[in-house]
């Protein structure tokens, strides 16, 4: 079992920053990706972006989605059990609920959510023009 923890949302302006953080516990050396999805009001749960953990050690391993590379930057703390999501350049179609998550699966699409095992409850992101 894994839990994950997320704070660090809230509103900015278009151009601005925001970090999001999700703190693991339980089985967090048995955690094998972690990523970060949002969804939109009305529409699908989407990949933002995912790191590979090795077990709880990371490789430095990222994936993006093309909508945000170059302007997200995913992050894993081994010693805080932690992963961080830092937005810059953030545009009012960022605006989301932002979940993270968390699975021990090593193969398949690491960017589907429907592969992944354990969720954060979700933080909003609202980016204003």
């Known amino acids: 079992q894994v839990q994950l923890v997320e704070s660090g949302g809230g509103s900015v302006q278009a151009g601005g920053s925001l970090r999001v953080s999700c703190a693991a516990s339980g089985n967090t050396y048995s955690i094998r990706y972690m990523a970060w999805f949002r969804q939109a009001p009305g529409k699908e749960r989407d990949g933002v972006a995912r790191v590979n953990t090795a077990g709880g050690t990371a490789d430095g391993t990222t994936e993006y989605a093309d909508s945000v590379k170059g302007r997200f930057t995913i992050s894993w703390d081994n010693a805080e059990n932690t992963v961080y999501l830092q937005m810059t350049s953030l545009k009012p179609e960022d605006s989301a609920m932002y979940y993270c998550?968390?699975?021990?699966?090593?193969?398949?699409?690491?960017?589907?959510?429907?592969?992944?095992?354990?969720w954060g409850q979700g933080t909003q992101v609202t980016v204003s023009s």
């Open positions: 998550a968390a699975r021990h699966l090593p193969w398949g699409n690491t960017m589907s959510p429907a592969s992944y095992t354990y």
